[in-house]
């Protein structure tokens, strides 16, 4: 996370700690590799997507998007160190955060082996992070996705350069494909 221009290597919020950390980079990397439009919402005073009068949820409804993935992550502690979590909001959007997390898992199955450790849920009972409060997600307008990041997807090996790892950059690759099949116009 950049700052006034530096690297950052933890979140200035204790209470919080490593949550979401170097999710912005594979958020823009995503958004790239699916060329549509992205924001990073950092350090704000709200949860800004819990709310329906924040700027980032407000920019959202006025795109009107198809689709709408928001990238996060976690510390492990809760839903464990190798974990992706994928949410559509409730249970009954069970049928999206499913069939993408089969699609991953499927896809992980033949490749690199960092990839191939990773858990993938996307069952909503089954879920630590369920995204139920989060305005963006539970919007009717379109299908989204709440993807939850282990750090072994996001914490950087190089704290120099302290981006994320190239295995985060790898999901994001085979997430970008999945997606463009699943959500084919």
């Not at 464990?80 to 994928?86: A, F, L, P």
């Not at 190089?158 to 463009?180: M, N, R």
Request: proline share 5%.
């Amino acid at each position: 996370m950049k700052f006034g221009g530096r690297v950052t290597p933890k979140l200035p919020c204790p209470e919080h700690e490593d949550a979401d950390e170097n999710a912005g980079f594979l958020g823009r990397y995503l958004a790239e590799r699916l060329d549509c439009c992205s924001v990073i919402a950092c350090n704000y005073r709200v949860d800004v997507n819990k709310r329906a009068d924040t700027d980032y949820t407000e920019q959202i409804a006025q795109w009107k998007p198809r689709l709408l993935v928001e990238i996060h992550g976690h510390g492990g502690k809760k839903a464990g160190s190798d974990v992706v979590e994928i949410s559509s909001g409730s249970a009954v959007n069970d049928k999206f955060s499913q069939a993408l997390a089969g699609k991953l898992e499927g896809a992980f199955a033949s490749s690199a082996d960092d990839l191939k450790k990773l858990a993938i849920r996307g069952e909503y009972d089954t879920l630590k992070f369920k995204a139920s409060k989060a305005v963006t997600i539970s919007d009717a307008r379109w299908t989204s996705y709440h993807i939850e990041l282990p750090p072994s997807l996001r914490k950087p090996v190089d704290a120099a350069t302290g981006k994320p790892p190239e295995t985060g950059y790898q999901f994001c690759d085979v997430l970008a494909d999945l997606l463009k099949e699943i959500h084919r116009p």
